[in-house]
């Protein structure tokens, strides 16, 4: 809690919230989705498979993580002390009102922190695939800052972030280390004409009305 009222007694107050909310929405999730025809274009289809793997893999955690808690946020367990500034927008959701934003924030719990999890993992993915010094940068700055703006914001514990970041290194393990290329192979081969007719013919051959279904569907099988 200590962490959370120094952060808010920074000044000058209206630069630092300002700042501290744009972080925060970067990390509400927009961003993440023109990354994946970015990566596909001007990296790799491989890499950009592979940037799938570690959002999926993080938002499958944190939904884990999240259903077995039920941790209030900050500024609603102690809000004479922890401050509240709710921007409207939240990602893709217009929230009209301050009561509809708390409402929202009272339906979910404050550990672990998904904004945390998801820049961590993100970021170090992109960073990996960044050679400029300048991006490199960026994309720490985008690590650090965007779980001390969730902190800023009283909306999280400093638990709850570094818990988050931790989750989200493991999620860069694991989903950098998965077998992308036998997908990428796979997605390939799918694609040629050659497969598409195998396929076809399979089906025809498959039928459920022909009596040598069974026998079919593993000649199929063997072909493909």
């Known amino acids: 809690m200590a962490l ?3 952060l808010q007694a920074l000044e000058p107050h209206a630069l630092w919230c300002s700042v501290f909310m744009v972080f925060s929405w970067c990390g509400d999730g927009p961003l993440y989705f023109p990354l994946f025809p970015f990566l596909y274009w001007r990296k790799a289809p491989a890499v950009a498979i592979r940037y799938g793997y570690v959002v999926g893999l993080a938002v499958l955690l944190l939904t884990v993580m999240k259903a077995q808690t039920t941790t209030p946020r900050p500024f609603l367990v102690a809000p004479d002390q922890v401050a509240f ?3 409207a927008l ?3 959701t217009w929230f009209p009102s301050r009561d509809a934003f708390i409402d929202a924030y009272r339906r979910d719990p404050s550990f672990p922190s998904g904004h945390a999890l ?3 993992a993100v970021g170090l993915y992109l960073y990996a695939y960044t050679a400029s010094v300048g991006g490199r940068a960026v994309l ?6 965007i779980p001390l703006a969730r902190l800023y914001l009283g909306v999280h514990y400093p638990t709850d972030v570094l818990v988050g970041s931790g989750l989200g290194v493991l999620v860069f393990l694991l989903a950098t280390r998965l077998r992308v290329d036998v997908l990428t192979a796979r997605l390939t081969c799918w694609s040629t004409p050659r497969t598409t007719r195998a396929f076809l013919w399979c089906r025809r051959e498959a039928a459920p009305g022909n ?6 569907y593993a000649e199929c099988f ?3």
């Open 90 to 92: 939240a990602g893709f």
């Open 140 to 145: 720490a700055s985008f690590v650090v800052l």
């Open 118 to 120: 998801c820049a961590t």
């Open 4 to 6: 959370i009222l120094w």
């Open 85 to 87: 500034w709710p921007s």
């Open 211 to 216: 009596r040598a279904h069974s026998a079919r």
């Open 222 to 224: 063997n072909v493909m």
